[in-house]
């Protein structure tokens, strides 16, 4: 009998300001395993009692006091905890576990990069394309099922972004971002999920600004949020979901989760 895994990440932006909606997107949704994200928390401030309520016993965390911060929680057994600072600055945005089936799992929250696409002039930009450089280099010596998600805070393709050429100059959707990207995807053989399950030009977004009176009206939004399979484990998935309800729930974060579904 084949076995199925359901993996959704999400940047939460402050995990304890938007708990119920974590809560209520578990209990709806369902999934094995949350990649969350900008938890916004200390390890020892991280609500897992809230979690393992609800039977996500297994936590995984690398947390930082108001900034950044990503976490895993999991239904099924995680292991071999690791932690990458591609920003090489101590900030906490990556961490990686095995499964007990051998897949790795990679969760990331890539910086926004600020407001200017200068390096010289604004170095948060630079820092941006380091951390994307490093990370490109890490695929190159990846072996085994692995699956990489989260906020990569890039919207690569045309079909991205709500405006192609308004967005070509903002920081996001800049072609040395995009390339960026282009060049971590090529490194690792990456298959982009939701563009596997929902092929350009296909209207796909999974961020929409806080600054929009509505935002479903407006719907000036961008694919800031990715998962990415090496090629086994891609083969396995089966189903896609981008959950754009709970951009309307109440406190919502300015992303969605997105989950994808292996039969493995």
Known sequence: MN????????????????????ERFLTEYAPDILCLQETKVVDTDFPAAAFRALGYEHVVLHGQRMHHGVAIIS????????????????????????????????NVYVPAGGDVADRNSNPKFGQKLDFVER?????????????????????????????????????SHTPVEVAALGALQAAGNWTDLGRHFVPAPARLFTWWSYRAKDWAASDRGRRLDHMWATPDLAATATRHEVVELCRNWLKPSDHIPIMTEFVL
């Open 3 to 22: 076995d199925s895994l359901r993996i959704a990440s999400w940047n939460i932006n402050s995990v304890r300001f938007r708990l119920d909606n974590v």
């Open 75 to 106: 239904k099924v057994p995680l292991a071999e905890d690791s932690r990458h600072d591609w920003q090489d600055n101590g900030e906490a945005r990556h961490i990686g576990v095995r499964l007990e089936n051998g897949i790795r799992l990679e």
């Open 135 to 171: 990370m490109t280099r890490w695929s190159e010596t990846l072996a085994g099922p692995t699956l990489l998600v989260g906020d990569f805070n890039i919207a690569p393709l045309e079909s991205d972004v709500w405006s192609h050429k308004q967005l070509l100059d903002v920081v």
